[in-house]
């Protein structure tokens, strides 16, 4: 498979498209992106790195950090105990949704909308004596690139603007599914999402996933593979809010995406993909990130359907 004519194919055709989306600007600091980066990064298992574009800079990497916290707490915990205080269900509403909370008793759907990350946040603050530690050093492990960090300005610019966030929190803790301190929890949250990767090392973090919990580098066991199994399927059904079906149905992969612009993808077994597109479609996906990974996987004529 030519991965690297079948990315320069996107990139060109990429050119003559006209974005409708909109950067997001509900986080300040995410507003002043520029619109106009585009980059993608292709890892194969059998035959490396192929890329082209801004797929070395830097973007903050928002939700997608659900995957890696979501990684850690199931290592730390079993899974019966973990998932009865969150569950594995697709959400059907947007991400920051009080509605169904309340409905459902305090019970977060899934791990991957912000009611679900913030429990996975909680559990991991009573888990670890250094969460913000341990949760960079768990990514610079998947990568093997220590400088790997959060993005100051980010961070503050979402602390700022939390309030939806704290209100999830606060219903949950009425309902007795958050055991820690409101703003110990939105802080190491807001932390997560202010980590800056770019698409070649998100692909590279992401090879366990693709790779049976393995790290292809050195093909040491990160995470059980029967664990990586549930993780990719949750990616699956639940990995894009209230559009999980549609890219299900457009591109076929497990994958996350963040309002940062970013959408990872794995292929079990052959690739893992990054995208970077800051402007995003009415559901909070990068709107040219879901149209390359969908001529990705009608141009190789693969997916896992």
């Not at 946040?121 to 990568?143: A, C, M, V, Y």
Request: include cysteine.
């Amino acid at each position: 498979m030519n991965y690297q004519q079948i990315l320069d194919t996107i990139a060109t055709e990429y050119l003559s498209m006209q974005s409708t989306g909109k950067v997001a600007s509900y986080i300040p600091e995410l507003s002043k992106i520029d619109p106009q980066k585009f980059g993608m990064h292709l890892y194969c298992i059998n035959s490396g790195h192929y890329s082209f574009g801004d797929n070395n800079e830097r973007f903050s990497i928002q939700s997608i950090s659900k995957v890696f916290a979501l990684t850690r707490a199931m290592l730390l915990m079993n899974d019966t105990e973990l998932f009865a205080r969150v569950d594995v269900e697709p959400s059907g509403d947007p991400f920051n949704s009080l509605v169904q909370l309340e409905y459902e008793n305090g019970i977060p759907r899934n791990p991957f909308i912000n009611a679900g990350a913030l429990v996975i946040s909680d559990i991991l603050i009573s888990q670890l004596d250094n969460p913000k530690e341990d949760f960079l050093s768990f990514i610079h492990s998947l990568t093997g690139t220590t400088s790997i960090n959060i993005n100051p300005k980010v961070f503050a610019s979402e602390k700022a603007y939390s309030h939806r966030n704290a209100a999830l929190l606060n219903l949950m803790k009425a309902f007795g599914n958050i055991t820690n301190d409101i703003e110990t929890v939105l802080d190491f949250y807001i932390f997560q999402c202010s980590i800056e990767m770019s698409c070649k090392e998100l692909s590279t973090a992401f090879m366990i996933y693709a790779n049976g919990g393995k790290r292809l580098s050195d093909e040491h066991q990160i995470v059980p593979p029967q664990k990586v199994k549930r993780i990719n399927a949750i990616m699956q059904t639940c990995g894009f809010y209230d559009e999980a079906g549609e890219f299900s149905f457009r591109v076929g992969l497990p994958g996350k995406s963040g309002v940062g612009g970013g959408i990872v993808a794995i292929h079990p077994n052959q690739y893992t993909v990054t995208v970077w597109s800051p402007p995003l479609n009415p559901k909070g996906n990068s709107e040219l990130g879901m149209y390359a990974l969908e001529r990705l996987t009608t141009l190789t004529g693969f997916s896992i359907f």
